[in-house]
């Protein structure tokens, strides 16, 4: 079957978890530690009774048999929606469109985001612990801030990965890419990829284009770390949308896939950096990568325009507004890249 956008299928297929409550789930504005981020994990978690981390993460396993399982599933309870003082937080209107088959926010020019990355990460896991699939299943906080959750809990407690070989983010946009690097660096191998692929749909493929994800954090652990397409587009924006086609097909792919069949290859140990001697300079990346750059600032590190423009005010010895003016003057006095 040939994806036909905007929208990958015609039908949407029952799920063991209904799609009402990934709209439920989508309906929450759930920045960092805020009133949705809380009220997602007391309405859809803690009803799972997980194991709590000092940190915060939430972790459900299901054996597999008598066994600790080997695969690991992840996604992160946070999103990029933007707090205001006195706003009400926690609800956002949602829409559907193409024959309810895409979801979007109701009012795409409030600036905000519709929060499937990674609210859909969530429901997916849910279908697959409804379902029975053995794996440990991973909640991570704050990964949208630098995946503060997931890089705690390698840190403070690694024996909890002792079992796993291999890690699954369900976190990438679009419906087709299998990421087999993250940052430059191998995270998975290619024979792993390729098979996780083809048990997912005939158009799945590897593609070593990944930022990074909280898999990312356990790529000198885990051999096989990877970041699954889930089927949202234009992530971080107003104009986020979810293709409920796909997260549908997905979740019973998920929960079919043989596990234990999947190949095993990379060692965690033997991939660095993958790139050349020449390593980019901070100028190059801006130039050469404007919108990824922000991109990066702002999901990765945090980092929003107003901060932004405070540092390079404070760094120039001039004030935001002096700043500002020159924006508004399309950078007349000062030199381009």
Not at 28 to 40: C, I, M, P, Q, T
Not at 175 to 204: K, V
Not at 310 to 327: F, G, H, S, W
């Amino acid at each position: 079957m040939t994806f036909q956008k905007p929208f990958a299928f015609s039908t949407i297929v029952e799920t063991p978890v209904p799609l009402i409550r990934l709209v439920s789930i989508l309906s929450l504005r759930r920045s960092a530690r805020s009133e949705g981020d809380e009220a997602l994990i007391n309405s859809y978690l803690t009803p799972l009774n997980p194991d709590v981390d000092n940190y915060g993460n939430l972790f459900v396993t299901i054996l597999d048999g008598k066994e600790e399982p080997a695969a690991a599933f992840t996604s992160h309870t946070d999103s990029v929606h933007l707090d205001a003082p006195g706003e009400d937080q926690l609800a956002q209107p949602l829409t559907v469109s193409n024959g309810n088959r895409m979801l979007h926010l109701a009012d795409p020019d409030n600036d905000d985001c519709l929060g499937a990355d990674d609210g859909t990460g969530i429901w997916l896991m849910l279908n697959m612990i409804e379902a029975g699939v053995p794996g440990l299943y991973c909640f991570f906080r704050d990964e949208e801030i630098g995946r503060l959750g997931s890089e705690w809990s390698i840190r403070h407690e690694p024996e909890r990965y002792a079992a796993i070989d291999m890690m699954l983010s369900f976190d990438r946009k679009g419906t087709q890419d299998i990421i087999t690097h993250q940052m430059g660096a191998r995270c998975c191998s290619e024979l792993f990829a390729e098979q996780l692929s083809a048990a997912i749909h005939p158009e799945c493929a590897p593609d070593d284009t990944g930022s990074f994800t909280d898999s990312y954090s356990f790529m000198g652990m885990i051999p096989e770390c990877t970041n699954v397409c889930v089927g949202y587009y234009r992530q971080h924006t107003g104009d986020e949308c979810q293709d409920l086609t796909w997260a549908a097909f997905l979740a019973n792919r998920l929960i079919e896939i043989d596990w234990a069949g999947l190949p095993v290859a990379r060692d965690p140990e033997d991939d660095e950096m993958e790139i050349d001697e020449h390593s980019p300079t901070m100028t190059e990346l801006l130039c050469f990568f404007p919108e990824e750059s922000s991109d990066a600032l702002e999901a990765y590190m945090g980092i929003t325009a107003g901060e932004l423009l405070i540092a390079i005010a404070d760094n120039e010895r001039v004030t935001p507004t002096q700043l500002q003016r020159e924006i508004d003057w399309g950078f007349s006095e000062r030199p381009q890249i």
